[in-house]
């Protein structure tokens, strides 16, 4: 199978960070150390023009029953995304894990904004926080489309009145134009998401525009097919390894649609991998009934406690780090060369580890796929923080006759 690069930049915040490794994981989407790659068509071989086309969509057999199948979907990023082994240090006895570079938000996108598209609509908007990396592949997939985005960013108080600046996910979206609307955390507690997302809308509709409202973080009944979707990618990535099965997959869970899709596609495919979330914001209960409601929508006939096991990992806050969580970001980058970032995987991995050390019977000799949901843009936002964790820099020493050889790279 092809290796193909995760997604275009600004969609998919593992592409900067990880392209280097790009030619090492070119033989496989599933490649270990001594594993035979999988033959592969030439990544040349991409048919040019498919991506940002239209496609009909049929589900795949184990979900055609559920309800609200998308007929067709916008090709927005470019999957498989490569699984490899993660040489964590310190797992339980004979426990693996593997991580999948997920490409995340777009997953969701290429249903949602077919849809948005088939019903006529001449703008989108969603909503999310500051950094919010849903609003930010929302604002390039609405520009690829040709789509106006309006985005409502919740920032705290004092800082709603002002220039909300151009760090991280921010710089994207207003080079791109998006259209942004900050709120405060305390408007945002009394008004909720949907009321000022269709308070927008009624703006718009008085412009003459056709807006189409996304939900925070993408995560609607519709837009758990991208997560269900991505189940069937697995199941094939896996097919074709031949020797590698999963007991165990591990995600971090912000809004609650990729763990309702990947839950109910293990459930209902051959994977039948336990899904283990780690929620960064709200509580478990507050997502075993978030996600009870997108199942519900697609009349699964499932509970969401049989599904799922999530477990806390908020720490500080959604968005707030402690050092510790900062430095462990850093050492695993130091380790592993897998950059997390701090808000999602970082606090994932985080509490996985965690979980491991606290539990080891648990995980003890299991298989566990970590699936890396993107979001590096969000480190930009803590590099105050992480400024005395990260490697040392030197003046090069160079003494005054060493001699010139002409290269490449003549600078004057
Ligand atoms: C980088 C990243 N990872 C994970 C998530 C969580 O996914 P979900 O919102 O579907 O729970 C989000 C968004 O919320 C995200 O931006």
Not at 122 to 137: E, K, L, W, Y
Not at 150 to 157: A, F, P, Q
Request: hydrophobic share 40%.
């Amino acid at each position: 199978m092809l290796l193909r690069p995760a997604l275009p930049v600004a969609f998919s915040s593992t592409l900067p960070l990880f392209s280097h490794l790009a030619a090492v994981r070119r033989r496989c989407s599933i490649a270990a150390t001594g594993m035979a790659g999988v033959s592969a068509a030439s990544p040349a071989a991409a048919q040019i023009g498919s991506f940002l086309s239209k496609k009909p969509y049929a589900p795949p057999s184990w979900a055609s029953h559920l309800a609200l199948a998308p007929s067709h979907t916008f090709s927005l990023g470019h999957f498989p995304t490569p699984i490899h082994k993660w040489n964590l240090p310190n797992l339980p006895e004979g426990t693996e894990v593997w991580i999948k570079l997920s490409g995340n938000k777009v997953r969701k996108l290429e249903f949602l904004l077919a849809d948005a598209v088939a019903q006529g609509a001449d703008c989108v908007i969603t909503v999310g926080g500051i950094q919010s990396n849903h609003c930010r592949a929302t604002a390039v997939a609405a520009k690829y489309l040709n789509l106006d985005c309006y985005l409502i960013l919740r920032t705290s108080k004092l800082l709603v009145d002002q220039d909300p600046g151009l760090v991280g996910n921010l710089l994207v979206e207003r080079l791109l134009g998006a259209h942004i609307d900050l709120v405060s955390k305390e408007e945002y507690g009394k008004i909720g998401s949907v009321a000022l997302a269709d308070l927008l809308k009624k703006r718009l509709l008085e412009e003459g525009r056709k807006p189409y409202v996304i939900p925070v973080g993408g995560s609607n009944s519709l837009g758990t097919w991208g997560y269900i979707e991505a189940v069937r990618e697995l199941e094939q990535q896996i097919q074709l390894s031949g020797d590698v099965q999963f007991d165990d997959i591990v995600v971090a869970c912000g809004s609650g649609g990729t763990i309702a899709g990947l839950a109910l596609g293990s459930k209902l495919s051959s994977l039948m991998a336990k899904v283990h979330a780690f929620s960064v914001c709200d509580d478990p209960e507050y997502f075993y009934d978030y996600v009870q409601g997108l199942i519900d929508g697609l009349q699964s006939g499932l509970d969401s406690h049989d599904i799922v096991s999530i477990q806390n990992a908020k720490g500080l806050g959604y968005a707030m780090n402690t050092a510790e969580e900062l430095k462990f970001v850093k050492d695993i980058a130091t380790a592993t060369g897998i950059v997390l970032d701090p808000v999602y995987s970082g606090k994932g991995a985080y509490a996985m580890l965690k979980d491991m050390a606290d539990n080891p019977s648990k995980w003890k000799g299991r298989k566990v796929l970590f699936v890396h949901t993107g979001g590096l843009l969000g480190l930009y936002d803590k590099v105050d923080q992480m400024s005395s964790l990260a490697g040392s820099w030197r003046r090069m020493d160079l003494e005054e006759s060493v001699p010139r050889k002409d290269g490449t790279g003549k600078m004057f």
